[in-house]
């Protein structure tokens, strides 16, 4: 079997001449992806490189290459990953809502635990957001992802108070995971009882 840049185990598909198909990895692509989020948990978006992440991955480092264009695809399919997770949570709970009154409930719950739970989830939103604010390329991911919590938000609330409890929870939930002192519960279930009567 011949060697590519790719590594022993790549073929030329006979359909699509030029086009490599992998015969023995063939989640290769979903590994590298899952791996630069892991790069960028510990070194942050500007400490991640090709070298770092295939090493990361346990792959050769032309596998880099082969499956992306450049780093900008690489960080755009980790971070569209990252962020449709977070989504599909944040969407879960609220679906589960009967009502205004569970979904206000299920509000205090995203953002005492389920949105950003861990060290991992708050680094990644932060290194999102830092690349979106510094370059407009990334800024559709975190505007599709804004669009689907106020949509969420909109099975139970109007578009503007779902648009200020989405702000809301954006903002207690990085509080929450950068505060040093120990976050007091009731002040995220006033906060959401004061946006929520307002909107009345």
Not at 96 to 121: M, P, S
Request: aromatic share 4%.
């Amino acid at each position: 079997m011949p060697e590519t840049a790719d590594g022993p185990g790549t073929t030329e598909d006979p359909a699509a001449p030029g086009r490599r198909t992998r015969r023995n990895d063939p989640e290769r692509r979903d590994r590298i992806i899952d791996a630069c989020l892991d790069v960028i948990v510990e070194r942050g978006v500007a400490g991640a490189s090709h070298r770092k992440i295939a090493e990361a991955a346990g792959v050769p480092l032309g596998s880099m290459t082969y499956h992306f264009d450049g780093m900008n695809e690489l960080l755009r399919e980790a971070f569209h990953r990252f962020a449709l997770g977070v989504s599909d949570r944040f969407e879960r709970r609220m679906a589960e809502a009967a009502d205004a009154q569970e979904a206000a409930a299920a509000v205090v719950a995203l953002v005492t635990g389920d949105v950003l739970a861990t060290r991992r989830d708050l680094v990644l939103t932060s290194e999102l957001y830092t690349l979106a604010a510094r370059e407009p390329e990334f800024r559709d991911l975190t505007n599709r992802w804004m669009a689907r919590s106020r949509a969420a938000l909109g099975r139970h609330f109007d578009p503007v108070t779902a648009t200020m409890l989405d702000a809301l929870i954006e903002g207690l939930t990085l509080h929450r995971g950068l505060d040093t002192d120990p976050y007091d519960a009731a002040v995220v279930v006033e906060a959401v009882e004061r946006i929520v009567r307002s909107g009345d």
